[in-house]
């Protein structure tokens, strides 16, 4: 997965963390410079507004992430962070397995709208929600409020849509770990994404251009026209092969398997913005249709 599985993202992460030691920089370069296009901030404007840019973003030890907001959150809320399920720094959730409220003093480099700078340290108090069923997504909740890192840092959280994204939206994938912004448009929704043993429902497939690396997981998928979190990026085929780790297959309505060597994933976030409630909680209730823990046996 991207950026992958996290078996393949803390490997390549802590390659990358040692060739940095070492004084590879440029190695580390080339191997993001081999994968495609990768946009700078700031180099394709839509609309007057100004380029999506790092504004929100944090890079993670293995991953990448974003401060985010739902549309019930408060500035006095503790804030929350978006990434992956397989970041998750205890291990790759098992296929069904739904976490909650695990604690976690795991840290968070914010960085400054250019990425080029880091703006300071968060640090999380707990996994609020993790899951790599239907989805693959990790929620951490933070020490720090949203107006506490607003008035520290001047950077505001993103804000996560309530809605799905259209096929053939403007998107941004911003990778905190990387500082690179990756540009295209979605192409198609996946109705059922598989890799190994885990199986993502209403999977967004990006065009061609986004060719995502190993270290994007957990990027953040920003439409540009809104500004709004449409989703998590999460994974790519990277050889071709059929459903195995880092090589995902979409699977479509009547059982059919399609591999599409090269091209790259994400996972919509829509639910997980319906599900945040009063605090920043997130609600498993019958409104809410993201995952549920098992239910624990009695006696």
């Known amino acids: 997965m991207t950026r992958r599985l996290a078996g393949a993202a803390l490997a390549v992460a802590a390659g990358a963390a040692v060739l940095a030691a070492a004084g590879a920089g440029a190695a580390q370069a080339a191997q993001a410079a081999q994968h495609g296009p990768a946009a700078q901030a700031g ?50 959730p098992k296929a069904g397995q739904v976490i909650v409220d695990q604690p976690s003093t795991r840290a968070f480099k914010l960085l400054d709208p250019t990425g080029q700078k880091e703006l300071g340290s968060l640090q999380a108090t707990k996994v609020e929600y993790a899951t790599m069923t239907d989805t693959d997504v990790t929620v951490y909740r933070l020490s720090s ?3 506490d890192i ?19 939206t403007e998107i941004r994938v911003v990778s905190g770990y990387w500082k690179k912004i990756y540009g295209c448009k979605t ?8 890799e190994g043993e885990w199986t993502w429902k209403d999977s967004i497939r990006y ?6 690396i190993h270290g994007t997981s957990g990027s953040p998928i920003i439409d540009v026209r809104t ?4 989703g998590v990026n999460n994974t790519g085929n990277d050889d071709g092969e059929r459903c195995t780790l880092n090589n995902p297959c979409e699977v479509d309505r009547d059982g059919n398997v399609t591999v ?3 091209i790259h994933y994400g996972q919509q976030t829509y639910l997980l913005a319906r599900c945040l409630g009063k605090g920043n ?8 249709a993201l995952p549920k823990p098992a239910a624990t046996p009695k006696g």
Do not use: W
């Open 227 to 230: 500004r709004h979190v449409v």
């Open 43 to 92: 180099q394709a404007g839509h609309g007057g507004r100004g380029e999506v840019d790092f504004t929100g973003i944090v890079a993670l030890s293995n991953c990448s992430g974003s401060l985010v907001r739902g549309p019930r959150s408060r500035d006095t809320d503790a804030a929350l962070v978006l990434t992956n399920g397989h970041c998750l720094e205890s291990g790759m």
């Open 281 to 288: 909680d997130v609600v498993l209730g019958k409104s809410c």
């Open 150 to 168: 607003k008035k520290k840092y001047g950077a505001p959280a993103l804000r996560l849509s309530t809605a799905r994204p259209h096929d053939g």
């Open 187 to 194: 192409e198609a929704t996946v109705h059922r994404l598989r």
């Open 145 to 147: 409020t949203y107006a």
């Open 260 to 262: 599409r060597h090269g």
């Open 207 to 212: 065009a061609p251009e986004c060719q995502t």
